[in-house]
């Protein structure tokens, strides 16, 4: 096992990779292949070392800003509609990032693990990753638990992580140098950011799915919001919990569809004033998860030289893959 001390310092990592000098490296550490933000490397190390999967957990094994908040709050309501009622039902103040666990998160220290079943004590667990397919604990690798993945146009996950990332310096300021626009569009190209490469991520999960048929459930963000209820419908049955004749009758899959829209989840956010974890140390707040949660805003933000290397990339990696994202 790897240990962090061992691991390369970003700036010995620096004079490896990184041939543009422009791009700043505090705050980051690559661990085996991968780019993370330093302050979640120790939660990896643990959650490979500790973390005991079970066959029936559910892990949302997400990319930063392709609908993490949105596929969580899904998630939770689908999972517990039976014990939930729709009025006064917890979303209505808390953040979907309090109902369902970042695992990375909850590993950052040894009562994470424990703290994590405590949580999580009806079955099935559900969890949630930022992590690539190649880091996650082995016990994940090798059970047969369900993962679900979301991923959005890269263009327009560029742009969500770029407002994403300006919060956070101006939150916790000294972690992160500030980028101009021009760096800030290399690095996550360059998958120089937390969690990596967008393409490599995609791409480990879809190969995990050839290797394991049925296993992985891809959502697209932009699918989820042309047709909500089909794709929380194909959640709940991959979830192992399908809606009932009954349930389709009485609307239950068009009120969690709205229950957990964006203009719902985010009025929501604008009355708490904390975020959970990580981002509430560093002084984020809950809203800070929402922004516009539309389609197709990167035409706002990127020249068409821009727009063009992304989507030059993302068919020179999916070319052939059967992978559309
Ligand atoms: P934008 O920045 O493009 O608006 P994540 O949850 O993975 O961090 O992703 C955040 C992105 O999802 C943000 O995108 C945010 O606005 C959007 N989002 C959050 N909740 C949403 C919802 N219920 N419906 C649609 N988009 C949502």
């Known amino acids: 096992m790897e240990n962090p001390n061992e691991v390369l310092s970003a700036a010995e990592e620096h004079q490896l990779i990184s041939s543009d000098e422009s791009i700043p490296l505090n705050g980051f550490r690559k661990y085996q292949g991968v780019w993370l933000a330093e302050f979640f490397l120790p939660g990896v190390i643990n959650a490979q070392r500790d973390f005991k999967a079970r066959p029936t957990d559910i892990l949302l094994a ?64 559900l969890l949630q990753t930022h992590m690539p397919f190649s880091l996650l604990p082995e016990s994940i690798k090798t059970s047969n638990c369900r993962l679900v993945s979301i991923y959005r146009d890269p263009k327009d996950a560029l742009i969500s992580f770029w407002y994403f990332r300006n919060k956070i310096w101006g939150s916790c300021g000294g972690t992160y140098t500030v980028v101009p626009f021009a760096v800030f569009f290399e690095m996550f190209y360059q998958g120089i950011i937390g969690f990596g490469s967008i393409w490599e991520h995609a791409l480990g999960y879809w190969n995990e799915s050839l290797r394991a048929p049925g296993r992985i459930l891809f959502l697209k963000y932009e699918e989820l919001l042309e047709a909500p209820v089909e794709n929380l419908t194909k959640l709940a049955e991959f979830m192992g919990c399908p809606f009932t004749v009954e349930e389709v009758k009485r609307g239950v899959p068009e009120e969690i569809s709205s229950l957990c829209n964006f203009n719902k989840l985010s009025d ?45 990339m993302t068919e020179e990696k999916l070319q052939g893959t059967g992978l559309v994202i």
């Open 62 to 125: 997400t990319y930063p800003k392709c609908g993490t908040t949105w596929l969580k709050a899904l998630a939770f309501s689908i999972a517990t509609r039976a014990r939930l009622s729709f009025t006064g039902h917890p979303l209505h103040d808390l953040s979907p990032h309090a109902c369902i666990p970042l695992l990375e998160e909850e590993c950052l220290n040894f009562d994470g693990i424990s703290k994590l079943d405590v949580m999580n004590n009806e079955e099935p667990r």
């Open 268 to 312: 929501a956010a604008a009355k708490q004033d904390r975020a959970t974890g990580v981002a509430g140390t560093i002084g984020l707040k809950p809203e800070a998860y929402f922004r516009k949660g539309v389609a197709g805003d990167w035409k706002n933000h990127l020249s068409s030289e821009m727009a063009q290397k992304l989507d030059q």
